[in-house]
T-cell receptor
């Protein structure tokens, strides 16, 4: 089975500052997809950003960007200009064909 | 409004009493999936379905059944629930996309407690 590792169970960031959440994964495949999901206290799962493994360019979505290092099997999420509404649990996920694998999550606190 | 609807949102029941958690999507998605979320373990895939009458096991299928008789519905069945199935359950759906590039839309979750 594939594994996705999020080594930071908890992180905190000052409002308006930048924070990076780490994610590594284990795979022998070359064709796959990576996602970051956000889960606020409402427990909804909200897509933040996605990356196709065949694309070298890092994905960006407004204040959210990724650093995708395919050889190192690393997929970190950078949140710029952090806002109070960014406080949530963040999950890294790997998709290969029909199966999804999620990390254990990083709980992000935003300090006013 | 595009959505994935799960019912019930909360359920407390007893060991051995069969239960079904329903999941319905209105986006005409081919792919549907069930997950359970446990503290410290993240989300783990239980079963998934590529289309009507096509289902397959995920990482943690033991103790669960699913069916896909209609494209929009994908119920999760616990025929003899046990306390270790107490968890938060999510249903999700997506289009096929190219090789799986499409993100999933998640339901709001079902909090299941088995005493």
């Amino acid at each position: 089975a594939q594994t996705v590792t999020q080594s930071q169970p908890e992180m905190s960031v000052q409002e308006a500052e930048t924070v990076t959440l780490s994610c590594t994964y284990d795979t022998s495949e070359s064709d796959y997809y990576l996602f970051w999901y956000k889960q606020p206290p409402s427990r909804q799962m909200i897509l933040v950003i996605r990356q196709e493994a065949y694309k070298q360019q890092n994905a960006t979505e407004n204040r959210f960007s990724v650093n995708f290092q395919k050889a190192a099997k690393s997929f970190s999420l950078k949140i710029s200009d952090s806002q109070l509404g960014d406080a949530a649990m963040y999950f890294c996920a790997y998709r290969r064909m029909n199966q999804f694998y999620f990390g254990t999550g990083t709980s992000l606190t935003v300090i006013p | 409004e595009a959505q994935v609807t799960q019912n019930p949102r909360y359920l407390i029941t007893v060991t051995g009493k069969k239960l079904t958690v329903t999941c319905s999507q209105n986006m005409n998605h081919e792919y549907m999936s069930w997950y359970r979320q446990d503290p410290g373990l993240g989300l783990r895939q239980i079963y998934y379905s590529m289309n009507v009458e096509v289902t397959d096991k995920g990482d943690v299928p033991e103790g669960y059944k699913v069916s896909r008789k209609e494209k929009r519905n994908f119920p999760l069945i616990l025929e003899s629930p046990s306390p270790n199935q107490t968890s938060l359950y999510f249903c999700a759906s997506s289009t096929h996309g190219t090789g799986g590039s499409q993100p999933q839309h998640f339901g709001d979750g079902t909090r299941l407690s088995i005493l």
